[in-house]
């Protein structure tokens, strides 16, 4: 028997629990992983708590990520003893995920573990930072560099965010943070935020355009901060929108987008191909300060994670969870 989380649904009745689970009930794959380390991440909380329909069958192992060390292996790519990352893949709403201390997986979802990361290290990172670089990379790719000018980070006290503020002030970027946490302006400035904004500035409904302000815009909010974020984006400026913590419309007008040439760029780490994983995943070796990871990063076991779950959905969790799952 391993330790996992355990959620099920039997009449009508939704339930979270740790519970011993028997590995003949692993689901297909063709590698079987010895989790070290998990994450708590927004849609964990979700299907924890069930507050939004995010596990798609039941039972459920919960964890859309997971860092471990292959037990056993019948793809090419990998043989027992390797060290592996898995980010995404509808891992944790259609197939049994990380919180638990094995997981079997198809190995096309797998990457190797980067060095110089940790098992540990990796899951400081996560699918939330793995995110992050992704919105970073299209942020490159639309031409925004230091130079272009301002760049602002929305929900800048959680993990996409803490890690997004932290890799472009690292690349030389000037970073607005933006926070309903007044009390994570040191934080935040110690990840390398020159300006820290309240985010009740954003949140309330704007002008179709404002005054232009940033060159480049990581949100993960959505709603009308991200509407507010494209009006008052600078001329060709480029906005990475990845999330969708405050709701998922958009109450915008294309003024933005036909009289500024405005770019919204749309981020889906569930399904990135890998050779899109794999280069961000090297760019977060080099790119992101690795001492920075333990002001982003508490660590807790499984049971606590039940315990945090809502209070990640109330914004009341900063930077990263990562959870001990070994044996």
């Given at each position: ?306 315990r945090l779950a809502p209070e990640m959905l109330d914004g009341k969790v900063r930077g990263r969870v990562v959870v001990a799952v070994r044996a």
């Open positions: 028997m391993f330790q996992g989380i355990w959620i099920d649904k039997e009449d009508g009745q939704y339930t979270a629990g740790v519970r011993g689970i028997d590995p003949q009930q692993l689901p297909d794959g063709d590698v079987t992983v010895r989790v070290a380390c998990s994450t708590l991440n927004y849609k964990d909380a979700l299907a924890i708590t069930g507050k939004s329909p995010v596990v798609r069958q039941f039972p459920m192992v919960p964890g859309i990520d997971f860092a471990g060390v292959v037990e056993t292996s019948s793809h090419p790519d990998y043989k027992p003893g390797d060290s592996v990352v898995l980010n995404g893949w509808g891992v944790g709403e259609k197939h049994w995920g990380g919180l638990a201390q094995l997981a079997r997986v198809q190995g096309d979802w797998l990457v190797p573990l980067q060095p110089p990361f940790t098992l540990r290290q990796a899951m400081g990172i996560g699918t939330a930072g793995y995110t992050a670089m992704l919105c970073v990379m299209a942020l490159e790719r639309h031409g925004v560099t230091p130079s272009s000018g301002p760049v602002v980070v929305t929900g800048a006290a959680g993990g996409v965010g803490s890690v997004a503020v932290a890799v472009l002030a690292k690349l030389g970027y000037e970073v607005s943070a933006v926070t309903g946490r007044a009390d994570q302006a040191d934080y935040l400035k110690g990840l390398g935020a020159r300006h820290i904004l309240d985010r009740a500035a954003l949140g309330a409904p704007g002008k179709p355009l404002a005054r232009e302000q940033w060159a480049g815009a990581v949100d993960v909010v959505g709603g009308h901060t991200l509407a507010n974020v494209c009006a008052a984006m600078r001329y060709r400026g480029t906005v990475a929108a990845c999330g969708l913590a405050s709701g998922m419309d958009f109450p915008a007008t294309v003024a933005p987008f036909i009289l500024r040439g405005v770019t919204l760029a749309g981020i889906d780490s569930v399904m990135a191909p890998r050779a899109e994983r794999i280069e961000a995943w090297q760019r977060l070796a080099r790119d992101l300060d690795p001492a920075l990871l333990d002001a982003l990063t508490q660590e807790v076991g499984l049971a606590d994670v039940l």
